[in-house]
């Protein structure tokens, strides 16, 4: 597609739930982050994922975050037994291998509300 | 570690001219990016400096030293549109982003 496309746009789920959330990144882009986006708060790192290098997942808050890339391209973030505090925008980004001068490229984010 | 760190809001008057600063700590990274964020969306790139000096892009100007771990963004001609949020993140080493806590702007009439 043209840009990075993200789904659910809005999800609301109860307390102790599981939740996906996909990311289909820009076609031929190598890499893919997450981030997190709290109220009024800046861009927190999550995972990265290069071409066919493990991923780096240095930013994943808990064990009860995990994210797979499959076949290079789409990826699912997976929260388990969600908490109150995993209330967020969470934004995925993608970019060509090697070329950063023009940035990642962000979704439109997935705002998770836990109730 | 990385810190970074930028004023929390500023406010200015539309026509003026707005600089927002980012100071930060580090071990070594590849480069400085700006992004601006409008309310309930995505981040969209601005700039990215990897040398020490002054890059300008029409109304929009980012400036980086490497030796006093600091950089701006320079927002001239001030329009209504320009209130948003402005993120200062570092590229690291690694190969990600790490994002400063941004600087939330309102431009006045």
């Known amino acids: 597609g043209a840009g990075v496309s993200q789904s659910p746009s809005n999800k609301v789920t109860e307390k102790g739930k599981d939740v996906e959330l996909r990311c289909d990144p820009i076609s031929g882009h190598t890499a893919l982050y997450w981030y997190r986006q709290s109220l009024g708060q800046g861009l927190e790192f999550l995972i990265y994922?290069?071409?066919?290098?493990?991923?780096?997942k240095s930013g994943l808050p808990s064990d009860r975050f995990s994210a797979e890339r499959t076949g290079g391209s789409v990826s699912t973030l997976t929260i388990q037994r969600t908490q109150q505090e995993d209330s967020a925008v969470y934004l995925c980004?993608?970019?060509?291998?090697?070329?950063?001068?023009?940035?990642?490229?962000f979704g439109s984010g997935t705002r998770l509300t836990v109730v | 570690g990385q810190n970074i760190d930028q004023p929390t809001e500023m406010t200015a008057t539309e026509g003026a001219i707005v600089q927002i600063n980012c100071t930060y700590q580090?071990?070594?990274?590849?480069?400085l990016f700006w992004y601006q964020q409008h309310a309930g969306e995505a981040p969209t790139f601005l700039s990215y400096?990897?040398?020490?000096g002054l890059e300008e892009k029409g109304r929009f100007s980012s400036f980086l030293s490497r030796s006093k771990g600091y950089s701006y963004l320079l927002l001239k001609e001030l329009q209504m549109k320009d209130s948003a949020s402005y993120l200062c993140?570092?590229?690291?080493?690694?190969?990600?982003?790490?994002f400063g806590q941004g600087t939330e702007l309102s431009v006045k009439p």
């Open positions: 580090t071990s070594g990274f590849n480069g």
């Open positions: 400096n990897v040398l020490d």
């Open positions: 994922f290069q071409g066919n290098s493990a991923p780096d």
């Open positions: 993140a570092l590229y690291n080493q690694g190969g990600k982003l790490i």
């Open positions: 980004a993608s970019s060509p291998s090697g070329t950063v001068n023009y940035g990642y490229t």
